[in-house]
């Protein structure tokens, strides 16, 4: 049983202060990690309030890249120190968790297509070790260097890797519908339309709509919850809604 679960940026950092880890969410994350102790776990996560400033300062984006090295090593190194913060922690309560950094590895192809060689992380994976991968800057043939979120990040994980479970735990307790109440089950896109707004094609680092898509599309169950439901999803159980293609 392989799981891939991503930890959003707002709930491991303090979205409002620019680089701050949230030690008390982060802390129960962990705490929630350690004591289900699953097998063949990938951990993901996204930036918050690291990285992100950054790569505005720099105009980069999943689509318009920079040249400027040392751009794009500040961008790195800010999201590499809240990987570090996050394996350090997973460490100390037990878990064995290991850094894999999508820079020294991941490649955007000229039609932007990501790839990410996923050799280390499934050794790693063999070996009973807890990979910890993090959205990141990463070569992007013809453009320098582009952004890859945590999301993109979970969609190769779990396609490379053949999970048979995904969690995105972020703040909201899972896809909600027109009175903000969680819906338990998506199975198709037309199904949630109305509720998410059809188009997303603004929405360039993936809103609600276009994450539901890619995930109706991924051939694992895959869970959107809030963070108090990280125990649940550990268990085994259904959290959040599970949208399932
Ligand atoms: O928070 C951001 O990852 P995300 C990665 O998952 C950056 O969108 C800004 C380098």
């Known amino acids: ?17 620019p680089e701050t880890v949230d030690e008390e969410t982060l ?5 929630a990690v350690a004591d289900a102790d699953p097998a063949r ?7 918050g309030s690291f990285g992100h400033h950054n790569a505005e300062k720099h ?6 890249g920079t040249d400027d090295a040392e751009a794009v090593f500040e961008i790195h190194d800010a999201m590499r120190r809240l990987n ?21 590895v991941a490649v955007r192809d000229a039609e ?9 992380t499934a050794t790693m994976l063999d070996e009973g070790f807890v990979p910890v991968l993090h959205g990141d800057v990463v070569a992007h043939a013809g453009s320098g260097a582009t952004i890859v979120s945590g999301d993109e990040l979970v969609t ?41 707004g059809g188009s997303d094609t603004t929405d360039v680092t993936g809103g609600m709509a276009a994450k539901v ?3 109706l599309e991924l051939g694992a169950p895959a869970h959107v919850f809030g963070p108090g439901a990280l125990a649940d999803f550990l268990a085994g159980d259904d959290a959040g809604t599970v949208i399932r293609g």
Request: net charge negative; proline share 6%.
């Open 1 to 17: 049983m392989t799981t891939v679960l991503k930890l959003g940026g707002s709930v491991v950092t303090d979205k409002a202060t």
């Open 27 to 31: 802390g129960a994350a962990v705490e």
């Open 156 to 196: 190769s994980l779990a396609r490379g890797l053949d999970a048979d479970r995904v969690g995105l735990c972020s703040t909201v307790p899972g896809v909600l519908d027109e009175n903000d109440e969680v819906i338990p089950e998506i199975t198709s896109f037309e199904d949630v339309a109305s509720v998410l």
């Open 84 to 104: 570090d913060a996050i394996v350090a922690r997973l460490l100390a309560a037990g878990v064995p968790a290991l850094p894999v950094h999508p820079l020294s």
């Open 112 to 120: 932007a297509d990501f790839s990410l060689p996923l050799d280390s």
């Open 41 to 47: 776990l990938v951990v993901v996560h996204g930036g």
């Open 213 to 215: 898509r890619e995930l």
């Open 59 to 64: 105009a980069v984006s999943s689509t318009d």
